[in-house]
């Protein structure tokens, strides 16, 4: 191959890479996954036994005092505790957790208890990106001290914290990204801010 095509062939190639760095950076946050837990309560006692003789899709744990009842649609998980305190887990947007927990509020109310759904709050969001390259994540630590933590005996993540929005960053080095914050905001936020630090310390393509 003649040096005047080879160079034509790097520069496509490197233009194609910012193409899809620019692509996937304004994307990168579209993957949320599980899990926004969110805590409504039910403003009565809760039968246990009864739930868990009668209900569908109920595993009871008798010796730490909870049920669990899954739902398929949405497809959720609650944590349900005879106080009427209520944990649900599993919905991927705002809206799918609130009318979860209202379908488990009716199969509640059809299991003869009075129910009134109150107090719905979103607890912590958990969010995955992936960024379109990998990360070198002794030299991301070294570079965001005392942010970012790095153990790699215990973990093959780093551990990065941004205590203003509340929200922890768990950075792999094939540039996956797992954030957990107390809301969506604060997470597409963090993801914001982290990009620049992670795109230093990416590991160059040859």
């Known amino acids: 191959m003649e040096t005047g095509e080879r160079a034509r062939l790097i520069i496509i190639l490197i233009l194609q890479l910012i193409l899809r760095v620019r692509r996937n950076r304004q994307q990168r946050c579209r993957r949320v996954l599980c899990r926004r ?95 379109p390259f990998e990360i070198r994540l002794p030299e991301f630590t070294k570079n965001n001290r005392p942010h970012a933590s790095y153990e790699p005996e215990l973990h093959p993540a780093v551990c990065y914290r941004i205590k203003s929005l509340r929200a922890t960053l768990q950075i792999f080095s094939t540039g996956s990204i797992t954030v957990t914050g107390p809301n969506v905001k604060a997470v597409a936020t963090a993801v914001e801010q982290i990009y620049p630090f992670v795109f230093e310390s990416r590991k160059e393509i040859l």
């Open 37 to 131: 837990p969110l805590f409504p309560r039910t403003r009565c006692h809760l039968n246990l036994r009864k739930i868990a003789l009668e209900g569908a899709n109920v595993i009871y744990k008798r010796d730490v005092g909870k049920v669990l009842m899954k739902l398929r649609k949405p497809r959720i998980t609650a944590t349900i505790w005879s106080s009427g305190k209520i944990i649900c887990t599993g919905a991927t947007s705002e809206e799918e957790a609130k009318f979860g927990a209202r379908r488990l509020a009716r199969s509640l109310q059809k299991l003869g208890f009075q129910v009134i759904f109150t107090d719905f709050k979103v607890v912590n969001v958990l969010a995955v990106c992936n960024m």
